[in-house]
T-cell receptor
Framework: GENVEQHPSTLSVQEGDSAVIKCTYSDSASNYFPWYKQELGKGPQLIIDIRSNVGEKKDQRIAVTLNKTAKHFSLHITETQPEDSAVYFCAADDYKLSFGAGTTVTVRA | ETGVTQTPRHLVMGMTNKKSLKCEQHLGHNAMYWYKQSAKKPLELMFVYNFKEQTENNSVPSRFSPECPNSSHLFLHLHTLQPEDSALYLC???????????????FGPGTRLTVT
């Protein structure tokens, strides 16, 4: 089955700086890679996703890159704001969604 | 909110109790899921229902029993649980079953379960 590793487990950044979270996956058949944000007391919410036929996707301050050859993908958050503080999960989908263990992001004001 | 509601939000139960978790989606989706979220661990998929039919059971112990009476409601019946079952139980739904291309999942807020 798919194995997704996510790094770092915690990330503290100064407001306005960029944050980068990296994930690797094991199954080359995976073709869909979503990212979820989970705030305290809430369930995960999809913030951006990318499919295997695309190398990069951007949505305002959030971008995701995918390197299928190396089997890794990354989430980039630019100009971080306090409301970006949350736990972020990556996932990879071959025939089922497999999640990383999460990254706790803290944006310092 | 995502359109997926879960009740109760918090539940404390003894190992001999029987309780049920409820999930309802207001999105008109056809697929529903139960996940277990434990601290510092990846989300674990437990069950998948497509068009009310169970299509996946990821080796979940029989003390967890799902029920899907229609496409909008999903239950998780609990009995004789163990302390290690304490976790956040998340329900999710998607427009189409996972075999199609449009299966972005929408999660509910979860039920925080504590087994004493």
């Amino acid at each position: 089955g798919e194995n997704v590793e996510q790094h770092p487990s915690t990330l503290s950044v100064q407001e306005g700086d960029s944050a980068v979270i990296k994930c690797t996956y094991s199954d080359s058949a995976s073709n869909y890679f979503p990212w979820y944000k989970q705030e305290l007391g809430k369930g995960p919410q999809l913030i951006i996703d990318i499919r295997s036929n695309v190398g990069e996707k951007k949505d305002q301050r959030i971008a995701v890159t995918l390197n299928k050859t190396a089997k890794h993908f990354s989430l980039h958050i630019t100009e971080t704001q306090p409301e970006d503080s949350a736990v972020y999960f990556c996932a990879a989908d071959d025939y089922k969604l497999s999640f990383g263990a999460g990254t706790t992001v803290t944006v310092r004001a | 909110e995502t359109g997926v509601t879960q009740t109760p939000r918090h539940l404390v139960m003894g190992m001999t109790n029987k309780k049920s978790l409820k999930c309802e989606q207001h999105l008109g989706h056809n697929a529903m899921y139960w996940y277990k979220q434990s601290a510092k661990k990846p989300l674990e998929l437990m069950f998948v229902y497509n068009f009310k039919e169970q299509t996946e059971n990821n080796s979940v112990p029989s003390r967890f029993s799902p029920e899907c009476p229609n496409s909008s409601h999903l239950f998780l019946h609990l009995h004789t649980l163990q302390p290690e079952d304490s976790a956040l139980y998340l329900c999710a739904s998607s427009q189409e079953p996972r075999t199609s291309g449009n299966y972005e999942q929408y999660f509910g807020p979860g039920t925080r379960l504590t087994v004493t």
